[in-house]
């Protein structure tokens, strides 16, 4: 008998990665969900959906869904489920959500979060950004109001919220990986396990505390000054210091030297990063987020283009869901820098996206809004350099050192990288993406899905 109820009003994207994993991880869990299409309609209207779709059940113990659907409007209209505990989920929050203009904000969609969390038991968001920008955000929102406006909502609110991370489930992506990518990789875990042999040996000799959790050690990384070597040494204003889907991602024509495979193409894998060869191959650079607006392509391809002006030397794939209003600047940018694309647009195989992450040096966010970044951590499991903006989720996330303030210093960045690529091909990447899985969050989601002792049907 299911005990624990899955509701989700946009069975898409993280929303059906989250779904699925608590299905397939977590005993006792049932799915109700709608396609992820039409959102607003979702939005507005999936609690009358459920409300029909929903059986009646006394097992039932928890309810658990995401902020899409209004949880005031389904436990109102099926009464039997208000006495379940109620877990809302934020993968993102409609308060802080960037519209053009301020007015083109739909009021009602944020009003329905707030209602929902007022409803909840527990309010849970997949990170401390998300979580405070919400909190920061309800008294000014409620101001649009035109009168008799509620006070204090944050304050009912805070007391139920807890950050819980998005749990991913990093492949294997061994096979995928480019001699120069094994190496780094072997190095770090022999390293690893050398430090956590050390740390086993102080404990047992001083008896103290344990060693800190991973997100912890995370933490106190980030808050360490950025080491004197790597890219942020790069001078990128000194001189010389610094798609087609069936295309192999990693042809090189700009690699004499390549080996070739048995197909007869050249084969632009970096064997060791050492020396010329490292030098050789162009920097492949990899944007894999969706064709949307609010992931500011704009920054992407004025960047690029700044790049190409200069005479830099670069291959690109352009990866990411497109929807039915794509962006203007995809089809203007693509002509333009058409002599570099490896790839453009969606791969619909998961194989094939992970297989051209791992050949690629750097990943870049450009975004405006993002609440976690699935994508950029993907993309760093398969040891891409990630630069992101230093606003959002990612000072959270990311260490200083991957992080850039202003479109300046964005592409100063990657002239530095183009000029040396062998620097992102050394590069240790310190990003600790095992805190972000599901074996370090499970414990936490279980606890979460665990029925009230003092539940009553």
Not at 315 to 335: I, K, M, Y
Request: aromatic fraction near 8%; charge should be neutral; glycine fraction near 6%.
């Amino acid at each position: 008998m299911s005990s624990v109820l899955l509701v989700e009003a946009f069975y898409g994207g993280s929303h059906k990665q989250l779904i699925d994993l608590l299905k397939e991880r977590v005993e006792g869990c049932v799915a109700y969900t709608l396609p992820a299409k039409k959102w607003h309609w979702r939005a507005r209207t999936a609690a009358l959906h459920f409300m029909q779709a929903i059986p009646a059940s006394s097992s039932y113990r928890v309810l658990f869904t995401s902020s899409v659907l209004n949880l005031c409007e389904l436990v109102a209209l099926r009464p039997d489920l208000a006495s379940l505990k109620k877990i809302l989920y934020f993968h993102e929050n409609q308060l802080v959500y960037p519209v053009r203009k301020d007015q083109e904000r739909d009021f009602q969609y944020g009003y329905n979060q707030v209602l929902s969390c007022l409803v909840a038991d527990v309010v849970v968001f997949n990170s401390s950004f998300n979580m405070e920008s919400f909190l920061s955000s309800v008294a000014s929102f409620m101001k649009r109001m035109p009168d008799h406006r509620p006070k204090d909502l944050d304050e009912l609110i805070r007391p139920k919220c807890l950050v819980l991370y998005f749990p991913l489930q990093f492949p294997d992506v061994t096979r995928l990986l480019p001699k120069h990518k094994l190496l780094r990789r072997d190095a770090r875990v022999s390293r690893v396990d050398d430090i956590s042999a050390l740390q086993g040996q102080r404990r047992l000799c001083l008896d103290g505390p344990q060693a800190p959790r991973p997100e912890e050690e995370s933490s106190q990384g980030k808050d360490e000054a950025a080491p004197s070597c790597g890219v942020p040494c790069l001078n990128p204003d000194a001189g010389g210091g610094t798609p087609d889907q069936e295309e192999d991602p990693r042809r090189s024509p700009a690699n004499p030297e390549e080996d070739r495979g048995a197909d007869g193409k050249k084969d632009a894998t970096v064997e060791g990063i050492g020396g010329a060869e490292g030098q050789v191959k162009p920097l492949h650079i990899v944007w894999p987020h969706r064709w949307e607006h609010d992931k500011n392509p704009e920054l992407l391809f004025r960047t690029l283009l700044k790049l190409k002006e200069r005479d830099l030397d670069f291959q690109l794939s352009v990866l990411g869901e497109t929807f039915v209003d794509v962006p203007e600047v995809f089809a203007e940018a693509r002509g333009p820098l058409d002599a570099h694309i490896l790839h453009w647009g969606f791969l619909p195989s998961k194989d094939d996206y992970l297989r051209v992450l791992c050949q690629a040096d750097v990943v870049i966010s450009t975004a405006k809004h993002e609440f976690f970044g699935v994508a950029m951590l993907e993309a760093v499991h398969c040891g891409c350099y990630p630069l992101c903006p230093k606003s959002l989720v990612y000072p959270e996330i990311f260490p200083a050192e991957y992080l850039y303030s202003t479109p300046d210093q964005l592409c100063k960045r990657l002239q530095g990288l183009c000029r040396r690529p062998d620097v992102a091909r050394r590069h240790n990447i310190k990003v600790d993406t095992a805190a972000y899985s599901w074996a370090a969050l499970k414990e936490g989601f279980e606890s979460l899905l665990a029925a009230r002792a003092d539940h009553r049907p």
